[in-house]
């Protein structure tokens, strides 16, 4: 298999991935909010942890984070799904032709790749300390997902053999 198509069907697995995501967030919407107000709320973390300042129960800002996280994953789809198809029209191209679209596809899986370390493992891990719920913990999920395109990514930007 040209390792061209290759990438950009991981890319696409990803875009596939993200677009389900955002899909189930808009049509579900009232599932995931839940999980945004109790982290935002900190509701669930360590009863008197010192870190209970920073929590946030304003249902508009809320719905204003989740609203954000949706609108990244929507153009996370977009971007990535653009870059897929890109790497594809660029299968049988030389190496130096190429560039452009491998390009494309390392900014939409950076961009992807910040959406789960920024917000999930950053913001929502540490800032709110969802590591301390039991039941409104992302993390695992979050970093998975960081793995697999952090992969993806290096696996994208290796120079291919293209006869």
Known sequence: MNERVAKSLLVAAVALYMGVVAYNNIVDYGSNLAFVQHVLSMD?????????????TS???HHLFYASIILWETLSTL???WAALLLWRSRNLAPHLARPAKSWAAIALVANLLLWFVA???VGGEW???WQSQSWNGQ??????FACV????????????IP
Not at 44 to 55: E, H, K, M
Not at 140 to 145: I, K, L, N, V
């Open 150 to 161: 952090g992969i993806i990514l290096l696996y994208v930007r290796m120079p291919e053999d």
């Open 140 to 145: 695992s999920a979050a970093f998975r997902m």
């Open 79 to 81: 971007s990535l799904a």
């Open 120 to 122: 999930f493992l950053t």
């Open 59 to 61: 249902p508009l800002v």
């Open 44 to 56: 669930t973390t360590f009863p008197g942890n010192r870190l209970l300042g920073r929590a946030i």
């Open 128 to 130: 709110f300390a969802m």
